[in-house]
């Protein structure tokens, strides 16, 4: 952030000499290109090639170091390289931060501010932007400043900032509907090959040589001489070559089927419909793979079981339309589990009975089986990914349940709960806990599952006030699974979050027993 006064607030990019030298670079690719189309005639090269790429680098360049953010009391205005827009205070409904490629380890999380507009549209500005952890400081003041001037001349539709992620409610799953589309495409392509593939493998084991004339579905068989084989690289082709290019002058084969060949070797090659479909000699035997009618079907039924994946997402994200954007969706997985089921049973039955899965009595109760088997997990798969509402603070601690011993009622079973504090404390330095421990002695933070305190860090039970309980947010980090609950709590002045399943969390408040506002 350049400026940042009581009433104004203007964001430029933070690294602008590398920015600039990309733009100089595209400079330099355009001469380049019309000095080619001047003096090189106006063919395209090599040079030519290079000087487009380095153009379309300055252009890109040249477009975000244009770029400009600027509030004050009216709105907010966007300069880019060739739009210009002003949108008042009133008409934004909230300003969030959208992250993306936080799922991917090996990319920097990258932060981004949108603004959601009470029409209903989301608008991405330019700046600011985060891309590693040193721009997180500057990222976060220009934030804050830009919501403060919201707060003072617009309508905010809530206090805290949403954080939008791809595993919340509010971002759309554009990409997983379109690979899932893609996959459902691929499946109907391949199903309706799957009867001429069948059809094509009884031909080709069933086919005789050739005796009296020359005829498609017949086998023709020369004999032939290998003069040399050439070893490709694993997973790359290898070719043999015949002597005096009969009856062709070379055939591809893997690795393997090339080095079990001589130079020398007297083989008979088999030609089925116009192709070499078999060299036999007397050490090996190649043979050319005529896709089944199996291998096909279980392709198809492949790409539609992989297209679950992705549209278990979207119906995920269409079930979850009513909850906040920030709010986290439950985890895939559970669908995940049946489709993986379901494929248990399935892909055997394609690759056996391709053509015919309800033509014997006992492929009829496999596929009834299986169904039966399908639709129980994918009803499982349903209910546990149902959103739960949170219980009210007072109800989280208040509630009477078997876990809730009677006063004075000592345990001696230590229980460990996952669960997981989500700020740094005393209790939890470094966020190393990851349960809690209940039981004999007091509640405390551990790094492991147990048995045994080993590593333990009693809880200040005295120093905690319960103030709500909620469901997982963008903002709470990826180390909270989308089932789990939040409970903010108060410790002596500071905030803190713990995170565990509905249940384990109910039950973990009702042995902090904090107090509650």
């Known amino acids: 952030m350049n400026d940042v006064r009581e009433r104004e607030v203007s964001c430029r990019p933070l690294r602008q000499r590398p920015l600039w030298f990309f733009v100089h670079l595209g400079v330099a690719g355009a001469c380049l290109v019309a000095v080619r189309v001047v003096y090189g005639g106006g063919f395209p090269d090599v040079w030519m090639g290079v000087g487009l790429l380095l153009a379309l680098v300055g252009v890109l360049a040249l477009s975000t170091v244009t770029g400009r953010v600027r509030a004050d009391a009216y709105g907010v205005h966007v300069r880019t390289l060739l739009r210009r827009r002003s949108v008042p205070w009133d008409d934004i409904a909230d300003l969030r931060i959208l992250l993306k490629h936080e799922n991917n380890p090996r990319s920097p999380e990258v932060r981004r501010v949108s603004m959601a507009l009470r029409e209903g549209r989301r608008t991405l500005l330019p700046l600011p932007q985060s891309r590693s952890s040193d721009d997180r400081a500057a990222f976060d003041a220009e934030l804050d400043a830009l919501r403060a001037l919201h707060a003072r001349y617009g309508n905010p539709g809530s206090s805290h900032v949403p954080v939008i992620s791809y595993r919340t409610a509010g971002r759309v799953p554009v990409g997983a509907l379109g690979l899932c589309v893609l996959l459902l495409v691929g499946a109907c392509v391949a199903a309706p090959a799957v009867p001429d593939a069948a059809s094509r493998t009884r031909a080709w084991q069933s086919a005789a040589p050739c005796t009296a004339e020359e005829r498609r579905e017949c086998l023709t068989i020369v004999p032939a001489v290998i003069e040399r084989t050439e070893i490709g690289r694993p997973k790359k082709k290898s070719w043999l070559y015949f002597t005096d290019g009969r009856p062709l002058e070379r055939l591809a084969v893997s690795q393997e089927d090339a080095q079990g060949f001589e130079p020398g070797d007297r083989v008979e090659v088999t030609f089925w419909h116009g192709g070499a479909r078999k060299v036999a000699g007397a050490h090996h035997v190649w043979r050319e793979h005529v896709p089944s009618g199996g291998e096909v079907a279980v392709l198809a039924a492949l790409l539609a079981l992989l297209a679950g994946f992705p549209g278990a997402r979207v119906l995920l994200h269409l079930r979850g339309r009513r909850l906040p954007d920030d709010e986290v969706l439950p985890s895939v997985l559970p669908f995940a589990g049946a489709l993986v089921g379901t494929a248990l049973w399935l892909l055997p039955l394609c690759y056996l009975h391709p053509t015919t899965p309800f033509g014997s009595p006992t492929s009829i109760t496999w ?54 504090f989500l700020e740094p404390t005393d209790y939890n330095p470094h966020l190393f806990g990851t349960h809690i421990v209940l039981g004999d002695g007091p509640p405390a933070v551990t790094p492991h599952p147990g048995p045994g305190r080993f590593a333990a860090k009693p809880i200040p039970v005295e120093r905690l006030v319960l103030k709500t309980v909620r469901r997982a947010r963008g903002g709470d980090g990826d180390v909270v699974p989308g089932s789990w609950h939040i409970a903010e709590l108060d410790d002596a002045g500071e905030p803190v979050r713990l995170g565990a399943a509905p249940d384990d969390l109910s039950r973990i408040l009702r042995e902090l027993r904090p107090a509650t506002v």
């Open 367 to 420: 596929a009834a089986v299986g169904s039966s088997a399908t639709l129980v997990m994918f009803v499982l798969a349903w209910r546990a990914t149902r959103v739960r509402t949170p219980r009210t603070a007072a109800e989280s601690v208040g509630e009477e349940g078997g876990a809730q011993t009677e006063e004075g009622e000592a345990r001696t079973e230590e229980v460990f709960v996952a669960a997981r």
